[in-house]
């Protein structure tokens, strides 16, 4: 299983960007994918996922009504539409995959990462 995500950047506080993150190597829509940050001295931390079944969406209350995660079957591809952006979501993104996950989506365990793609907002 190997991801790749990418759309990492620049930009200003308030303006959007989108992440995408292409997976291979495995039956997508049989995966929850999710998406992780690592802040500067922090620890890696629970953004948003998508479920295999249902894609049922979860998502952390720091970002619950300006990111968007989404999935693209046909693609192989899970997105990240975040909006609003705020100083505080400077940090690394990291997609992460589990085949058929039956624990709880936010748990930082899951078996498949991709690398990290870094988001920089400034004031």
């Known amino acids: 299983v190997q991801l790749q995500a990418s759309g990492g950047g620049l930009v200003q506080a308030g303006d959007s960007l989108s992440l995408s993150c292409a997976a291979s190597g495995l039956v997508f829509n049989e995966y929850t994918l999710a998406w992780f940050r690592q802040a500067p001295g922090r620890e890696r931390e629970f953004v948003a996922a998508i479920t295999w079944y249902g894609s049922f969406t979860h998502y952390a209350d720091s970002v619950k009504g300006r990111f968007t995660v989404s999935r693209d079957n046909a693609k192989n591809t899970v997105y990240l539409r975040m909006n609003s952006l705020k100083l505080e979501d400077t940090a690394d993104y990291y997609c992460?995959?589990?085949?058929?996950?039956?624990?709880?989506?936010?748990?930082?365990?899951?078996?498949?990462w991709g690398q990290g793609t870094l988001v920089t907002v400034s004031s």
């Open positions: 992460a995959a589990d085949f058929r996950r039956q624990r709880a989506p936010t748990r930082n365990d899951y078996p498949y």
